[in-house]
């Protein structure tokens, strides 16, 4: 079975601080790749996702992660976070063939000072 | 925009009562899940759907069961509650994606039913 490890369950940093937040999983097959954010008393929504193509992809709110598929990697990354990047962070991947679930990584609560 | 509802955001049940979870969608996606999620635990598959009627279990059924018998709608059962499903549960749904019934699509999730077994 596939499984999803996020390096840090907590991290706090302060505003216009550089983050990465670490995804690694275990399957050795093709895979897609997410990552879901959800915000103080939202919904779970998703900021950014690989199927193929360009391993670096672009999401929402300036957001970006790097697939390395030979580190078996996904890190989540955004040059200079705001109060408002405060949020519980999942990784989660699925393989993109067949009949297959998703599997999510345990979050990283992300806390941002102003 | 998809919009996935729950019946309740917070609920409050005993020990052994029967529960029963809604979620509906709005999108036409062919496949809906429940999950349970816990801090420090992150989400955890309960059971999912892919069509009408058709249902598989998912990492942590027990003591859950699902009803599919509309397209839009996917109800989760706690058949006698217990102080341990005490957690937020939140229902999802996507598109198959690709071929067949594969399930790798994004999903979408709903708002979550804050469930509290007394």
């Known amino acids: 079975a596939q499984s999803v490890s996020q390096h840090n369950h907590h991290v706090i940093l302060s505003e216009a601080a550089s983050l990465e937040l670490g995804c690694n999983y275990s399957y050795g097959g093709t895979v897609n790749l997410f990552w879901y954010v959800q915000y103080p008393g939202q919904h779970l929504q998703l900021l950014l996702k690989?199927?193929?193509?360009?391993?670096l992809v672009k999401g929402i709110k300036g957001f970006e992660a790097e697939f390395i598929k030979s580190k078996f990697s996904f890190n989540l990354r955004k040059p200079s976070v705001q109060w408002s990047d405060t949020a519980e962070y999942f990784c989660?991947?699925?393989?993109?063939?067949?009949?297959?679930?998703?599997?999510f990584g345990k979050g990283t609560m992300l806390l941002v000072s102003p | 925009d998809v919009k996935v509802t729950q019946s309740s955001r917070y609920l409050v049940k005993r020990t052994g009562e029967k529960v029963f979870l809604e979620c509906v969608q709005d999108?036409?996606?062919?496949?809906m899940f429940w999950y349970r999620q816990d801090p420090g635990l992150g989400l955890r598959l309960i059971y999912f759907s892919y069509d009408v009627k058709m249902k598989e279990k998912g990492d942590i059924p027990e003591g859950y069961s699902v009803s599919r018998e509309k397209k839009e709608r996917f109800s989760l059962i706690l058949e006698s509650a217990s102080t341990n499903q005490t957690s937020m549960y939140l229902c999802?749904?996507?598109?198959?994606w690709g071929s067949g019934r594969a399930v790798g699509d994004t999903q979408y999730f709903g708002p979550g039913t804050r469930l509290t077994v007394l």
């Open positions: 989660a991947v699925t393989r993109n063939s067949g009949y297959s679930t998703l599997t």
């Open positions: 999108m036409d996606h062919e496949n």
């Open positions: 999802a749904s996507s598109f198959v």
């Open positions: 690989y199927f193929s193509g360009d391993p």
